[in-house]
């Protein structure tokens, strides 16, 4: 069981640069969402969705962009990088919202120059 | 213990004695609390969570305290092991809500 799987583990952008980060859950859970961690702070929401077709902003949504076209998949899309977002990113799922223990993936760490 | 800023609290402690990694959590109406591990260069792992009907939860060399009173956590490990190393988050949560929010963490570091 592969759990929660992210692409890629490391990626270097330029400022205004644009890619999608990955991520694919193979345990059939309805909610899913995107963190941030940045040194000495804890992991920050970005974005989330609760099912197929429904996503909504968490935390820190400034600059990025997520669709939620089936239930195993939520990619994370950065529109026009930005130092600021230099960052490592986990999706995690969990078979709800609330209540239950959320799975994360390995880990995006972003460099953007 | 976890608190917001820029430095993450540090706790040391010689192999085999027992650990002990506090937190202080935000919201009174959070009913569910989880506790992660999270290694160098891997995503955060589940060790164990306790809702708010339960004072103590216990697992494998784990056991988790929950003091709703002054809304505070703890994540004792016993007998530590090199292999507990790691930085530890707690995590709360509403059983209707739809996120979680994470302490900042605490690095432990086994001496051997």
């Known amino acids: 069981n592969a759990g929660v799987t992210q692409t890629p583990k490391f990626q270097v952008l330029k400022t205004g640069q644009s890619m999608t980060l990955q991520c694919a859950q193979d345990m059939n859970h309805e909610y899913m969402s995107w963190y941030r961690q940045d040194p000495g702070m804890g992991l920050r929401l970005i974005h989330y969705s609760v099912g197929a077709g429904i996503t909504d902003q968490g935390e820190v949504p400034n600059g990025y962009n997520v669709s939620r076209s089936t239930t195993e998949d939520f990619p994370l899309r950065l529109l026009s990088a930005a130092p600021s977002q230099t960052s490592v990113y986990f999706c995690?799922?969990?078979?709800?919202?609330?209540?239950?223990?959320?799975?994360f993936g390995q880990g995006t760490r972003l460099t953007v120059v | 213990g976890e608190s917001v800023g820029l430095h993450l609290p540090t706790l040391s402690v010689q192999e085999g004695d027992n650990s002990i990694i506090n937190c202080a959590y935000s919201n009174s109406a959070s009913d569910y609390f989880i506790w992660y591990k999270q290694e160098s260069g891997k995503g955060p792992q589940f060790i164990i969570d306790?809702?708010?009907?339960?004072d103590k939860r216990q697992g494998q060399r784990v056991t988790v305290l929950l003091n709703k009173t002054v809304k505070h956590l703890s994540l004792q490990i016993a007998a530590t092991q090199p292999g507990d190393s790691a930085v530890y988050f707690c995590?709360?949560?509403?059983?209707?809500?739809?996120?979680?929010?994470f302490g900042t963490g605490t690095s432990l570091t086994v001496i051997p």
């Open positions: 995690a799922s969990s078979y709800r919202a609330g209540g239950t223990e959320a799975f």
């Open positions: 306790i809702r708010s009907n339960m």
């Open positions: 995590a709360e949560n509403l059983n209707t809500g739809n996120q979680f929010y």
